[in-house]
């Protein structure tokens, strides 16, 4: 099994433009969730979905959005970039019978200038 | 409201010494309690979690935890330290009967370990 994996692993975006994420689990996952991470700060969750067709707002929502057309993926989209969206993200997964094991995959790191 | 705090941004030990990585944590209810580690350019790895039952957790590559209810912590030891378990240690906590979505991470913990 791959695990989790994401792409890019880096990328550099001007104010305003927009890209998505891309994050794959091969693990037959229920359950997957998007974080950002910040210098010197724990791990935010942006987005999370329990299923195909299901997603919810996590803590930090705003300027991102995202869709589950499939078990496997769970893109993560930004409309207009920030410099506040400057950080490192990570896709992770978990079953749901025991979403306390999340495994992550190696993170995508952007920057917006 | 559910909070960790590591109050150690970095920690230093000799090879061979114990280790010692602090974690506290405040929820409403009873916790869940985990320990995620994070080498260079890559995600977090579960390491261990505390759910119910035995105080002492013992995880992957030799580490284990304790969890003390009185004193809200969760420490993360290692009775000697490699050179190779430097990285960043994430202590996560989430309240019982609530989803995974729910877990608060802290800021992280750097660990180096000194040959």
């Known amino acids: 099994n791959a695990g989790v994996t994401q792409t890019p692993k880096f990328r550099i975006l001007k104010i305003g433009q927009s890209m998505t994420l891309q994050c794959t689990q091969d693990?037959?996952?229920?359950?997957m969730y998007w974080y950002r991470q910040d210098p010197g700060m724990g791990l935010k969750l942006i987005y999370y979905s329990v299923g195909a067709g299901i997603t919810d707002k996590g803590e930090v929502p705003n300027g991102y959005n995202v869709s589950r057309s499939t078990t496997e993926d769970f893109p993560l989209r930004l409309e207009l970039a920030a410099p506040s969206q400057t950080s490192v993200y990570f896709c992770?997964?978990?079953?749901?019978?025991?979403?306390?094991?999340?495994?992550f995959g190696p993170g995508t790191r952007l920057t917006v200038l | 409201a559910q909070s960790v705090a590591q109050p150690e941004d970095q920690v230093n030990v000799a090879e061979g010494n114990p280790l010692t990585v602090k974690c506290t944590y405040s929820?409403?209810?009873?916790?869940?309690l985990f320990w995620y580690v994070q080498y260079p350019n890559r995600g977090l790895q579960f390491l261990l979690k505390?759910?119910?039952?035995?105080?002492l957790v013992k995880g992957s590559y030799g580490f284990e935890a304790e969890f003390n209810k009185s004193q809200t912590s969760f420490h993360l030891k290692k009775p000697s330290a490699l050179v190779s378990d430097s990285a960043l240690y994430f202590c996560?906590?989430?309240?019982?009967?609530?989803?995974?979505?729910?877990?608060?991470f802290g800021a992280g913990t750097r660990l180096f370990v000194k040959a």
């Open positions: 992770a997964s978990s079953y749901p019978q025991d979403t306390d094991t999340q495994y």
């Open positions: 929820v409403s209810g009873n916790p869940y």
């Open positions: 505390y759910i119910t039952g035995d105080n």
């Open positions: 693990m037959n996952h229920n359950y």
């Open positions: 996560a906590v989430r309240e019982r009967n609530t989803g995974g979505f729910k877990t608060i």
